[in-house]
Nanobody, 120 residues
Framework: QVQVVESGGGLVQAGGSLRLSCVVS????????MNWFRQAPGKGREFVAA????????SYKDSVKGRFIISRDNAKNTAYLQMNSLKPEDTAVYYC?????????????WGQGTQVTVSS
């Protein structure tokens, strides 16, 4: 089992910054990827950013490229999402998930989410 806990959300003015954290515990030796998603009111959950657990590969949603940076600290079992130049349309609940190898397959574990509100 893997447990995922996000933190760092809050209220910020447009143009401001926030850093989200995602702490993973449990079977961390089986992790191979961490991802951030978000869900705005009345909309579906969408991909924001991803990072491999063992190499520098990252990927981003087009609308956050150049503004958001995903990183990780393996020693702390933590992934981060640095969000800069925030816009009102970034307002959403942000979720982290951890992808874990389980036997011949994989399992994705989700956190409970952290609210980010960007005021104009």
């Amino acid at each position: 089992q893997v447990q995922v806990v996000e933190s760092g959300g809050g209220l910020v003015q447009a143009g401001g910054s926030l850093r989200l954290s995602c702490v993973v515990s449990g079977r961390t030796f089986s992790l191979y990827g961490m991802n951030w998603f978000r869900q705005a009111p009345g909309k579906g959950r969408e991909f924001v950013a991803a990072i491999s657990w063992s190499d520098p590969n990252t990927s981003y949603k087009d609308s956050v490229k150049g503004r958001f940076i995903i990183s990780r600290d393996n020693a702390k079992n933590t992934a981060y999402l640095q969000m800069n130049s925030l816009k009102p349309e970034d307002t959403a609940v942000y979720y982290c998930n951890a992808e874990s190898r389980q036997g011949t397959g994989s399992v994705t574990y989700w956190g409970q989410g952290t609210q980010v509100t960007v005021s104009s």
